[in-house]
């Protein structure tokens, strides 16, 4: 678990320079790297963009479907009045892994594509000099990682990924490197958790720092005005007539900590925006401040033309205005943390996410749809490094992400194999280790595939409430046999009800894989016309079930996959296409979600 994941600010004790922009990249094919001495910096090789994913910059299939390690390189400058401070590299995100070297020393290694990391770079710089930075990725597959697939070597001595997922391996610096100096005392993490009372709240909160210099937080309201103060590592604030943070009605305060005894020259000091809200479950309604909310919204993923799966503020922008067009408000951070960004937008746009650990393919059954494996997932002998870095992601996910109010809830897997008995064990393992992560106890879930139902799943019990992928009308009774889809997913919700669900249901996953464009009368699969049917076929299902609490349609935007005979250059089930233009369904939705009321 990291130190500290706190978001990089600038004020007059911290600074966060950006190292985004040209670096120098190699691919190390044949591990020759390190022998090389390419940790101390290298000048040949190709530029590279930061953020991005390298893949669809090369022009030749081997280097955009490269597997293995590859390196990247900068300089970089630390200012003479860094002298003192503590000094960080921060790693918006590596996928999948990364080793850092600082001129020459290694400094620490991360596992983990989809998650920050920090490195304290102090003991190998040069103050007011050029320094060098490289990194040594790696993206390759395996079941002992998190997400799973495994790399296989093709006859001519070349590495391929095979994901037992269906997005495309992007791989690299997909996110923001910064140089930060930070005070050498300092605020690590803080937690906040609310209670309302009438028109008033309190904010509890915790602050954990490094040393024993006295803490004071206090809230400002959104016109700056400060609202509540307290002293102590551990305290609460108290707010009059607060103003709620409400679902697409957001209301943000700014949290100020300090250290140090004197207000006017304080030893840290760190701010955030929180907003006041609370999350519940109770029956099968979600609640948020107490009151039954219904979501509408998307499965998403961070993937654009260019730069992969690079952050990008503008295609993030983008997303943010369509989601808010189609009435949206919500979606599910498929199947990966995203950039800390996405987070700050949506609490600001007051959207509710699904937090989602990339614990995706842990199912045999997902290769098959790739190729063809038939094995128990959770049990061989990957299952002990696997869990190791899964819990180990899962602590660090909450530990960014938990003061945000968008987040509403975690997702731990998703679509694992739980008709498999051998998943009971890895599952209680997963949720009693996760259970006291949260300060706000939030609800904990996961996705169900279709295989996975409430006759045949092992590990109903686990989750607070249920997401259900469904594809009738796609995979199965597509085309003029939708009505058959159709009348099994009413069984299927009918044999729900009839077991007296006591949890709420979302749908998380639907859809028909539609090539823009493509228009026929009648319709055909792949038209644009027959995702709209499909979707209407899904949504008079949802009415017709009280304990269905949201319809999150697979996916936002068309993205890209691997290869294969089931996607024709990745899948299309998008509501608008891979560059965010609508199709028919974007209509469909429009007029459907903007009439819906937020407690249907
Ligand atoms: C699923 C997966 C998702 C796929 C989707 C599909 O069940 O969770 O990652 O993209 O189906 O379109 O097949």
Request: aromatic letters at 14%; charged letters at 25%; zero cysteines.
């Amino acid at each position: 678990m990291e130190t500290s994941l706190l978001y990089p600010v600038t004020n007059d004790q911290r600074t966060d320079q950006k190292l985004d922009g040209l670096w120098r990249f190699k691919f190390d094919e044949t591990k020759q790297g390190a022998k090389a001495g390419w940790e101390t910096g290298f000048h040949d090789g190709v530029s590279m963009p930061v953020p991005a994913s390298f893949n669809d910059f090369f022009t030749d299939k081997d280097s955009r479907e490269y597997t293995g390690d590859f390196w990247y390189s900068r300089k970089f400058f630390v200012p003479s009045a860094a002298k003192g401070k503590a000094l960080f590299l921060r790693f918006d995100a590596v996928t999948h892994r990364a080793t850092i070297f600082v001129n020459g020393k290694e400094i620490r290694s991360h596992e983990g594509g989809f998650l920050p990391f920090a490195a304290d770079i102090s003991s190998a710089v040069h103050y007011g000099a050029e320094n060098t930075v490289v990194v040594k990725g790696n993206n390759e597959l395996s079941r002992e990682a998190l997400p799973a697939g495994d790399t296989i070597t093709l006859r001519n001595g070349k590495k391929m990924v095979r994901p037992f997922f269906d997005f495309y391996n992007y791989s690299g610096l997909n996110r923001s490197v910064h140089l930060l100096t930070l005070p050498q005392e300092r605020v690590l993490d803080y937690t906040t958790t609310f209670e309302l009372n009438g028109q008033d709240a309190t904010v509890n909160y915790t602050v954990t720092t490094n040393g024993d210099a006295p803490v004071t937080v206090s809230l400002a309201d959104a016109d700056g005005q400060v609202v509540a103060t307290a002293q102590g590592k551990e305290g609460a604030l108290q707010v009059k007539n607060a103003h709620l943070w409400q679902v697409r009605n957001a209301y943000l305060y700014t949290l100020t900590i300090q250290v140090g005894d004197d207000a006017e020259t304080p030893v840290d000091t760190y701010t955030d925006r929180i907003g006041i809200r609370t999350i519940r479950i109770s029956g099968t309604n979600i609640l948020v401040n107490d009151k039954p909310i219904y979501l509408k919204g998307f499965g998403r993923h961070e993937d654009s033309p260019f730069a992969g799966r690079a952050f990008d503020l503008n295609v993030e922008k983008k997303d943010f205005a369509l989601m808010k067009w189609i009435g949206a408000n919500s979606f599910r951070t498929s199947h990966y943390p995203y950039d800390e960004q996405v987070y700050k937008i949506a609490d600001e746009e007051g959207f509710l996410l699904t937090d989602e650990v990339p614990a995706v393919g842990f199912k045999m059954a997902a290769a098959a749809f790739l190729g063809g494996l038939n094995q128990s997932f959770f049990k061989g002998p990957w299952l002990k490094k696997l869990h190791e870095r899964h819990i180990d992601q899962i602590r660090d996910l909450v530990k960014r992400d938990k003061n945000h109010p968008s987040v509403l809830a975690w997702s731990l897997f998703n679509e694992p194999d739980t008709v498999d008995e051998n998943a009971v064990p890895y599952f209680k393992q997963i949720f009693d280790e996760s259970k006291d992560l949260d300060p706000q106890s939030r609800p904990r879930t996961f996705t169900l595939s279709e295989d996975d139902t409430i006759e045949t799943s092992k590990v109903l019990d686990f989750p607070d409430f249920y997401m259900l992928n469904r594809y009738p009308g796609w995979y199965h009774f597509g085309g003029h046999q939708i009505s058959d889809g159709e009348a099994g997913l009413r069984d299927e919700m009918d044999k729900w009800q009839k077991a007296g669900v006591t949890k709420p249901v979302v749908f998380t996953e639907f859809g028909a894989d539609t090539e823009a464009g493509l228009h026929k009368l009648p319709s055909v699969m792949w038209t644009e016309e027959y995702q709209v049917e499909v979707l209407k076929m899904f949504s008079r299902v949802f009415d017709d079930y009280d304990f269905i609490k949201g319809e999150q349609v697979w996916n936002l935007a068309d993205f890209q996959t691997v290869e294969g005979n089931m996607r024709v250059n990745g899948n299309k089930k998008g509501i608008f296409t891979r560059d965010r233009q609508p199709k028919e369904a974007a209509f469909f939705y429009h007029d459907r979600w903007n009439k819906l009321p937020l407690d249907y």
